[in-house]
């Protein structure tokens, strides 16, 4: 079946520093999504790339879909207290299903 | 803004006990999904559901499983006779719709269910 992997697993970071977590998966995909779960909380939308090579910002958030649309980045510049937390990638499987698959997510911590 | 809602919040049970985690997806929204997410792991699909029928499932959500939407707004997962391995924290989500752009789910905050 389809897998998704995601790595790091962890990130340790000084606060101002750059962070970035990567996914590929095994098969191509119709989209991504990105989520991030803060400790304790539950997953929230953060974005959905949808086109090949795709580049998308939020502020200090850069997220970039491969060319063959098997992979995906999420970068943070300057990284900041409040972007603890973990970074979950989803994708959808090309060829129609719905099902997506969610990579093992990347904890961020930022110490201060 | 509108969320999801998602009771209890904690359920705490016996092996071979049946639950019903209850779930008020956004009020607008046509697509229903059950994800559960074990300590320290990543989330993983359970089922989706659309027009009062199950869409697509994964091999986790067997014959104990089942789901329902008893009425308009309520969206249950029962589980019929729980397992030690079914502890884990239960995330229902709904999306408004479905197709190129539009699939953005939406979380609840979860049931965080512990089988004793």
């Known amino acids: 079946g389809q897998q998704v992997m995601q790595i790091p697993q962890y990130q340790h970071v000084q606060e101002g520093e750059d962070f970035t977590t990567y996914c590929n998966s095994s098969t191509t995909l119709s989209n991504i999504q990105w989520y991030k779960q803060r400790p304790g909380g539950h997953p929230v939308f953060l974005i959905q790339?949808?086109?090949?090579?795709e580049v998308k910002k939020q502020k200090r958030l850069t997220f970039q879909f491969g060319e063959a649309k098997k992979n995906s980045s999420l970068h943070i510049t300057a990284t900041q207290t409040t972007d603890v937390g973990t970074y979950f990638c989803?994708?959808?499987?090309?060829?129609?299903?719905?099902?997506?698959?969610f990579g093992r997510g990347t904890s961020l911590i930022v110490h201060p | 803004e509108p969320e999801v809602t998602q009771t209890p919040s904690h359920q705490v049970t016996q092996m071979g006990q049946e639950v019903i985690l209850r779930c008020v997806p956004i009020s607008n929204h046509l697509y229903f999904y059950w994800y559960r997410q074990i300590l320290g792991q990543k989330v993983e699909f359970l089922v989706s559901f659309y027009n009062n029928e199950i869409s697509e499932k994964s091999e986790i959500f067997d014959d104990q499983f089942s789901v329902e939407r008893p009425d308009g707004s309520n969206f249950t997962l029962k589980i019929r006779s729980t397992k030690l391995e079914d502890s884990a924290m239960y995330f229902c989500a709904s999306a408004p719709r479905l197709g190129r752009g539009e699939e953005t789910q939406y979380f609840g905050p979860g049931t965080r269910l512990l089988v004793l």
């Open positions: 989803a994708g959808h499987r090309s060829g129609g299903s719905y099902i997506p698959t």
């Open positions: 790339l949808v086109k090949s090579g």
